[in-house]
């Protein structure tokens, strides 16, 4: 499947809608996040990296708000244990719909690879269409929420992290990646310039910024790395911080 080029915003909108996760963000989705996200590639590289230390045999791996399915599949590619299964959730069909063109693609490749193929390459993957807050977490070795909690109301936020820590087997990971804001108004407004200025080397005009920051601006709701850090430890997680940053762009673990 080609990716195609995010031009959602490229033209003047005189109504700017709410974001949502449609059928055309759907199909520009790899585009959009690699042009718009710092460290993105890194971020999902290492979520691979992470399966493969704490992925315990006979568990499940949850990727929560699992879009195109790129954290589902560094998990699949790098579990290292027997009898996993990874629940992959989005609570957009549109979404589901090219994730399972894709993982079907990464099953396809594999299989063919001329590469020693892995004992645990069919690790199963269970597509789930759903609010990720309805979805129970049961004997969990690993879950990932990779930009996800920033669409959640404030209010249910900490109460899902809650579940997600009851469901955790110990020695579990939770993997926490967000856009974040900063308490020091100076160093959170030169924050946003870099990051705008990431985007325009990347191809986005300044309307294009625009528009998709006011698309944004009541959707995702993000908070500092101390609110992160604090809500996460009183969920029950032993050990927090922060792992990965890029500007306004950063990545916890927490650990059971």
Request: some cysteine; proline content about 4%.
């Amino acid at each position: 499947m080609t990716d195609s080029r995010d031009k959602i915003y490229a033209t003047l909108q005189l109504d700017i809608a709410g974001f949502r996760f449609d059928q055309a963000v759907a199909s520009v989705f790899p585009d959009m996040i690699k042009r718009s996200v710092p460290g993105y590639e890194t971020i999902i590289s290492m979520t691979g990296t992470l399966a493969d230390r704490y992925v315990q045999a006979n568990s499940r791996c949850y990727d929560l708000g699992c879009s195109l399915g790129a954290s589902s599949i560094a998990m699949r590619h790098h579990i290292q244990q027997p009898g996993c299964e990874i629940i992959s959730v989005d609570n957009s069909e549109d979404m589901l719909k090219q994730c399972r063109v894709i993982l079907q693609q990464d099953q396809n490749n594999s299989e063919h690879s001329s590469v020693e193929p892995s004992p645990i390459k069919h690790t199963p993957v269970e597509l789930v269409c759903g609010n990720i807050e309805d979805i129970p977490i049961v004997n969990a070795s690993m879950v990932v929420l990779n930009f996800t909690l920033q669409f959640i109301p404030l209010e249910q936020r900490a109460k899902l992290l809650h579940k997600i820590a009851d469901g955790l087997l110990p020695g579990g990971v939770l993997v926490l990646s967000e856009k974040v804001e900063f308490i020091d108004q100076q160093h959170h407004e030169l924050m946003i310039d870099l990051h705008h200025n990431f985007k325009r080397a990347n191809g986005y005009s300044d309307l294009e910024i625009s528009q998709k920051r006011s698309s944004l601006e009541d959707v995702l709701i993000p908070e500092t790395l101390e609110v992160h850090r604090q809500r996460l430890r009183e969920a029950g997680f032993s050990s927090v911080d922060v792992w990965f940053q890029c500007f306004n762009f950063a990545s916890l673990i927490a650990l059971k």
